[in-house]
């Protein structure tokens, strides 16, 4: 298309300065002096013709063809003038008056042809004829008449005619009076013809004369010559405005010159930069991930060096605000420039996210031009776009008082096409930072394996003596009350256990991750439910101070387990206190845009709820903050390394990140950040008691360990039960069918294989429909909810019992009826209602 333009932009120029030249060569000035050479012959030719005519007159002429041919002569150049000079309509009257009178001319000529030939044949008879008469008189007669015939044929005038007349009627009077009338009358004769031709002759001379073309010769003349100056008037005025085109033809070609020119070196420029745009890409695929950064502000110089520009930079704008820059010597970057250019180059860049300013000083008036001054810009180009991790990455060229030297639109082009390279190498230099991310993350993911094999080949049976030796230690904590010494050995003995088993449980928890449920939680009441826990549990030298929430912040997932969160976290600030300090527990739900790269972990962008837990303890160094959530690493020889490394796995899995801040002698902050629930409705709370005794309710303990039976028989009496045991599946069976409304409860110990236990446990569900169904069992994990739902089993609990955990359940059960039940510490998830169940702790086997 842009061919044909300029195809058709050459053809019209063609034209008209072809128009232009032939109107400028006055095409009609030929003809106009080929009509006034035919005015000139016109004229030449009718003065021959008078000439040859009074020769004619005078009897000179021998012949009469000169006059024939200057005739025809007239004529042909009457048809010249019609075929040259014929323009208007003036000039065509004047030429058809001049053929109307050479028409005139031609027929006057031929009388006068014929009498003057009469004439002069009567002449010579004159001639002939004098002196022949014997009669004096009578020749005195004739020679009178002669001289005066001789003298008309000089003199035409009236006064001549009439003394020629007089002459011829005296020489007829005298010959008659001779007798001499018969010699003369000849004579009489031609003279009297003479009397008659030569008045006419001359007359038709008179004529002829009077038709002479003077005037209309003059008048023509005029008209050719008016109409050849205007003529040559026009074609001088072609003639300037073929030189004005000429000239304009000219600038035209030196300016296309120019602008080749100027092509040429912008192609050159675009070849090197091409070139240049090519050495660095090479460079970021053979360079090192570490030396990425390095190859960057290599490429930077280069790109400076070649545009000449007086600073470049690369600014990559996510979580954190990274630079590469250079500049020229004196050319420093000031005070909030580069990053400012990226809020800037959004604002203005065009749809290919390009921007560029020639001259500040050229630019509207505004906050850009202002901004842009006070940076102390002359010129500004700049190339702007987003990665696939969401950051946005500006590649800026400035110059200082002067205007921008990157101004072909070639290399606003290759702009963009660097800014995609620079673009590139850092998305390659971070994914390489996440595959070794990656690695770190599966190095502790194989270890993690490793724990969960080596713990569950020992939880099993450690379990197993941790739990004998809490029923002992509970069995004689009840019987031991009134010896104060024994009470505090056996309750110390009981921590000891405790904490072996909170242990193992934490140990568990990391050799077997669990699916988060994915319910919604209300944060505001879960952390007021936990902070009352934490204020009986603390010591009064720490004071914990929650700013109010504000309402509806909700999220998806256990709520047992942001529990635990909350409380390690609490735990550990608790630890880092020495003395007497604060804790500061503060919620806020916050719009995150962008990618955020936290401390330990990244998030999306997205609507977050964000729980701070802050202390006023001894903060940390560098070096313990990279690795506090490393499992088992501790600063305190009391700790077991499991608490921080819990809390990170639980934020993990419910799609969240920690950030921690920390300085030695500052304290500690940590930020988790949860997804916030868009609209979620929570489900109904339900006040559950404290933690009130069994006051005297059945409960039907079926155990095939009749030690463990016993035990469990006096744990059930302490708690306020009427424990019922029965060693077999038999005696519990008989003991139903005898009377089912005896037993509010059915504990069924799992001592053998499960099939029997859930056999058992289905049996009496159908026999006792009323009566709630809770399985203690040492391995909860071979538990499956389908078996459990098929059973009518409504909790599980560990096995030995433990009192604390078999009264809540119990309780529970009691207060929520069968079929839900939510056990926070136990270890176990199981919610008939949706045919799930779910393990969050881990002391089975």
């Given at each position: 298309?842009?061919?044909?333009?300029?195809?058709?932009?050459?053809?019209?120029?063609?034209?008209?300065?072809?128009?232009?030249?032939?109107?400028?060569?006055?095409?009609?000035?030929?003809?106009?002096?080929?009509?006034?050479?035919?005015?000139?012959?016109?004229?030449?030719?009718?003065?021959?013709?008078?000439?040859?005519?009074?020769?004619?007159?005078?009897?000179?002429?021998?012949?009469?063809?000169?006059?024939?041919?200057?005739?025809?002569?007239?004529?042909?150049?009457?048809?010249?003038?019609?075929?040259?000079?014929?323009?208007?309509?003036?000039?065509?009257?004047?030429?058809?008056?001049?053929?109307?009178?050479?028409?005139?001319?031609?027929?006057?000529?031929?009388?006068?042809?014929?009498?003057?030939?009469?004439?002069?044949?009567?002449?010579?008879?004159?001639?002939?004829?004098?002196?022949?008469?014997?009669?004096?008189?009578?020749?005195?007669?004739?020679?009178?008449?002669?001289?005066?015939?001789?003298?008309?044929?000089?003199?035409?005038?009236?006064?001549?005619?009439?003394?020629?007349?007089?002459?011829?009627?005296?020489?007829?009077?005298?010959?008659?009076?001779?007798?001499?009338?018969?010699?003369?009358?000849?004579?009489?004769?031609?003279?009297?013809?003479?009397?008659?031709?030569?008045?006419?002759?001359?007359?038709?001379?008179?004529?002829?004369?009077?038709?002479?073309?003077?005037?209309?010769?003059?008048?023509?003349?005029?008209?050719?010559?008016?109409?050849?100056?205007?003529?040559?008037?026009?074609?001088?005025?072609?003639?300037?405005?073929?030189?004005?085109?000429?000239?304009?033809?000219?600038?035209?070609?030196?300016?296309?010159?120019?602008?080749?020119?100027?092509?040429?070196?912008?192609?050159?420029?675009?070849?090197?930069?091409?070139?240049?745009?090519?050495?660095?890409?090479?460079?970021?695929?053979?360079?090192?991930?570490?030396?990425?950064?390095?190859?960057?502000?290599?490429?930077?110089?280069?790109?400076?060096?070649?545009?000449?520009?007086?600073?470049?930079?690369?600014?990559?704008?996510?979580?954190?605000?990274?630079?590469?820059?250079?500049?020229?010597?004196?050319?420093?970057?000031?005070?909030?420039?580069?990053?400012?250019?990226?809020?800037?180059?959004?604002?203005?860049?065009?749809?290919?996210?390009?921007?560029?300013?020639?001259?500040?000083?050229?630019?509207?008036?505004?906050?850009?031009?202002?901004?842009?001054?006070?940076?102390?810009?002359?010129?500004?180009?700049?190339?702007?776009?987003?990665?696939?991790?969401?950051?946005?990455?500006?590649?800026?060229?400035?110059?200082?008082?002067?205007?921008?030297?990157?101004?072909?639109?070639?290399?606003?082009?290759?702009?963009?096409?660097?800014?995609?390279?620079?673009?590139?190498?850092?998305?390659?230099?971070?994914?390489?930072?996440?595959?070794?991310?990656?690695?770190?993350?599966?190095?502790?993911?194989?270890?993690?394996?490793?724990?969960?094999?080596?713990?569950?080949?020992?939880?099993?049976?450690?379990?197993?003596?941790?739990?004998?030796?809490?029923?002992?230690?509970?069995?004689?904590?009840?019987?031991?009350?009134?010896?104060?010494?024994?009470?505090?050995?056996?309750?110390?003995?009981?921590?000891?256990?405790?904490?072996?088993?909170?242990?193992?449980?934490?140990?568990?928890?990391?050799?077997?991750?669990?699916?988060?449920?994915?319910?919604?939680?209300?944060?505001?009441?879960?952390?007021?439910?936990?902070?009352?826990?934490?204020?009986?549990?603390?010591?009064?030298?720490?004071?914990?101070?929650?700013?109010?929430?504000?309402?509806?912040?909700?999220?998806?997932?256990?709520?047992?387990?942001?529990?635990?969160?909350?409380?390690?976290?609490?735990?550990?600030?608790?630890?880092?206190?020495?003395?007497?300090?604060?804790?500061?527990?503060?919620?806020?739900?916050?719009?995150?845009?962008?990618?955020?790269?936290?401390?330990?972990?990244?998030?999306?962008?997205?609507?977050?709820?964000?729980?701070?837990?802050?202390?006023?303890?001894?903060?940390?160094?560098?070096?313990?903050?990279?690795?506090?959530?490393?499992?088992?690493?501790?600063?305190?020889?009391?700790?077991?390394?499991?608490?921080?490394?819990?809390?990170?796995?639980?934020?993990?899995?419910?799609?969240?990140?920690?950030?921690?801040?920390?300085?030695?002698?500052?304290?500690?902050?940590?930020?988790?950040?949860?997804?916030?629930?868009?609209?979620?409705?929570?489900?109904?709370?339900?006040?559950?008691?404290?933690?009130?005794?069994?006051?005297?309710?059945?409960?039907?303990?079926?155990?095939?360990?009749?030690?463990?039976?016993?035990?469990?028989?006096?744990?059930?009496?302490?708690?306020?039960?009427?424990?019922?045991?029965?060693?077999?599946?038999?005696?519990?069976?008989?003991?139903?069918?005898?009377?089912?409304?005896?037993?509010?409860?059915?504990?069924?110990?799992?001592?053998?294989?499960?099939?029997?236990?859930?056999?058992?446990?289905?049996?009496?569900?159908?026999?006792?429909?009323?009566?709630?169904?809770?399985?203690?069992?040492?391995?909860?994990?071979?538990?499956?909810?389908?078996?459990?739902?098929?059973?009518?089993?409504?909790?599980?609990?560990?096995?030995?019992?433990?009192?604390?955990?078999?009264?809540?359940?119990?309780?529970?059960i009691s207060s929520a009826g069968a079929g839900c039940r939510i056990a926070p510490n136990h270890g176990i998830y199981w919610d008939s209602s949706r045919n799930r169940h779910a393990v969050n702790g881990g002391w089975q086997g």
């Open positions: 298309m842009r061919a044909v333009r300029w195809a058709a932009v050459v053809l019209g120029l063609t034209v008209l300065l072809t128009w232009f030249l032939w109107r400028a060569a006055n095409p009609e000035a030929e003809n106009y002096d080929r009509a006034l050479t035919e005015i000139d012959r016109f004229g030449m030719v009718e003065d021959a013709l008078y000439c040859d005519l009074f020769v004619a007159r005078a009897g000179l002429l021998l012949n009469y063809d000169p006059l024939v041919s200057e005739i025809d002569g007239l004529h042909q150049a009457i048809t010249r003038l019609r075929a040259t000079a014929q323009v208007d309509s003036r000039t065509a009257e004047t030429i058809n008056w001049l053929a109307t009178s050479v028409d005139h001319q031609e027929q006057l000529v031929e009388d006068f042809k014929n009498q003057n030939a009469v004439l002069h044949n009567s002449l010579s008879f004159f001639a002939r004829f004098a002196g022949k008469s014997d009669q004096p008189d009578l020749d005195l007669a004739v020679r009178s008449a002669g001289t005066a015939i001789l003298h008309l044929t000089l003199d035409t005038s009236p006064t001549a005619v009439r003394e020629a007349q007089k002459r011829l009627d005296e020489l007829e009077l005298r010959a008659t009076e001779s007798g001499q009338a018969v010699l003369v009358e000849p004579f009489l004769a031609h003279g009297r013809l003479l009397y008659k031709l030569l008045p006419s002759v001359d007359d038709n001379l008179r004529k002829m004369l009077a038709l002479r073309h003077k005037q209309g010769h003059e008048t023509l003349r005029a008209l050719i010559l008016d109409r050849q100056l205007s003529s040559r008037n026009t074609a001088r005025l072609y003639r300037a405005m073929l030189y004005g085109c000429s000239i304009t033809l000219i600038v035209f070609l030196i300016h296309l010159g120019l602008r080749l020119r100027s092509r040429a070196n912008a192609l050159h420029r675009r070849a090197a930069l091409e070139h240049i745009i090519a050495d660095i890409s090479m460079s970021f695929l053979n360079a090192t991930p570490q030396g990425i950064d390095a190859e960057i502000e290599r490429a930077i110089a280069s790109f400076g060096t070649f545009a000449g520009s007086d600073r470049v930079y690369v600014v990559v704008a996510g979580a954190a605000t990274r630079s590469y820059i250079w500049h020229r010597p004196g050319r420093e970057f000031p005070p909030g420039w580069p990053e400012g250019a990226l809020e800037l180059a959004s604002r203005m860049a065009d749809g290919e996210g390009v921007v560029h300013v020639p001259d500040v000083c050229r630019m509207s008036a505004g906050d850009e031009r202002s901004f842009l001054q006070g940076m102390g810009l002359g010129g500004w180009a700049c190339a702007i776009n987003g990665d696939r991790q969401g950051r946005t990455v500006a590649f800026g060229f400035d110059a200082v008082g002067c205007k921008c030297r990157v101004s072909h639109a070639d290399e606003l082009v290759l702009l963009r096409m660097a800014l995609d390279t620079f673009i590139h190498a850092i998305e390659r230099q971070t994914v390489e930072e996440e595959r070794i991310r990656l690695q770190k993350r599966l190095q502790q993911a194989r270890r993690m394996e490793r724990i969960g094999t080596f713990t569950s080949g020992i939880a099993h049976n450690f379990n197993n003596i941790l739990g004998g030796i809490l029923g002992h230690a509970e069995v004689m904590e009840e019987q031991a009350r009134l010896s104060s010494p024994l009470a505090r050995h056996v309750a110390g003995i009981r921590r000891s256990a405790d904490r072996a088993r909170d242990l193992v449980n934490q140990i568990l928890m990391f050799g077997r991750r669990c699916d988060v449920r994915r319910n919604p939680v209300s944060l505001g009441a879960l952390v007021a439910e936990t902070t009352s826990l934490l204020r009986v549990a603390q010591p009064s030298r720490i004071e914990i101070v929650v700013r109010q929430p504000p309402a509806g912040l909700i999220v998806f997932g256990e709520d047992v387990q942001l529990q635990q969160v909350i409380m390690n976290l609490c735990n550990n600030a608790a630890n880092a206190i020495p003395e007497t300090g604060r804790i500061d527990i503060d919620l806020e739900s916050h719009e995150v845009l962008d990618q955020i790269c936290l401390s330990h972990d990244k998030i999306e962008p997205g609507r977050y709820v964000r729980i701070s837990v802050s202390d006023t303890g001894v903060g940390m160094d560098t070096q313990t903050l990279e690795r506090i959530f490393e499992p088992f690493f501790t600063t305190r020889s009391s700790g077991n390394g499991l608490g921080l490394a819990t809390v990170r796995e639980i934020v993990l899995d419910h799609g969240g990140g920690i950030n921690v801040s920390s300085r030695p002698g500052e304290g500690s902050r940590f930020d988790i950040w949860l997804p916030q629930a868009a609209s979620a409705v929570l489900p109904e709370e339900k006040v559950l008691p404290a933690h009130r005794m069994g006051q005297g309710r059945v409960v039907m303990l079926v155990a095939g360990d009749r030690h463990r039976l016993m035990a469990g028989e006096e744990m059930l009496a302490a708690l306020g039960f009427e424990a019922v045991g029965f060693a077999t599946a038999d005696a519990a069976r008989t003991a139903s069918k005898a009377d089912p409304d005896r037993f509010d409860f059915v504990v069924i110990a799992q001592v053998g294989p499960l099939r029997e236990s859930l056999e058992l446990a289905a049996i009496l569900h159908h026999e006792l429909r009323s009566v709630s169904i809770v399985l203690a069992t040492r391995a909860a994990f071979e538990v499956g909810a389908d078996a459990l739902l098929a059973a009518g089993i409504s909790d599980i609990v560990r096995w030995p019992l433990v009192a604390e955990e078999i009264a809540v359940a119990l309780t529970h």
